[in-house]
């Protein structure tokens, strides 16, 4: 499994981004999929992600910010982020897991800065 992770950028506070990550194969095979992000200094931590069954779970600082979609024709997850803050400044990770192990994308860079 290859995840293609893009994206990011600089944004000033109060912009907005849209992350993708596209998979080599279909997601309907993962058990979960979404993303993690890790800040400098940080431990990575979980932004948010897709549950099979079709649930969703958001760290609670991004609930209400950030919205997480799939186009399945695409075998993408794209990461909608409105209302960034400078503290989401980190490295955003693509993460998959399939019964098989959990994968990871290369990572994307977000700064938000004025």
């Known amino acids: 499994v290859q995840l293609q992770a893009s994206g990011g950028g600089l944004v000033q506070p109060g912009g907005s981004l849209r992350l993708s990550c596209a998979a080599s194969?279909?997601?309907?095979?993962?058990?979960?999929m979404g993303w993690y992000r890790q800040a400098p200094g940080k431990q990575r931590e979980l932004v948010a992600t897709f549950i099979s069954g079709g649930s969703t779970y958001y760290a609670d600082s991004m609930k209400g910010r950030f919205t997480i979609s799939t186009d399945n024709a695409k075998n993408t997850v794209y990461l909608q982020m409105n209302s960034l803050k400078p503290e989401d400044t980190a490295v955003y990770y693509c993460?998959?897991?399939?019964?098989?192990?959990?994968?990871w994308g290369q990572g994307t860079l977000v700064t938000v800065s004025s």
């Open positions: 194969g279909s997601i309907f095979s993962f058990k979960a």
């Open positions: 993460n998959a897991v399939s019964g098989r192990g959990s994968y």
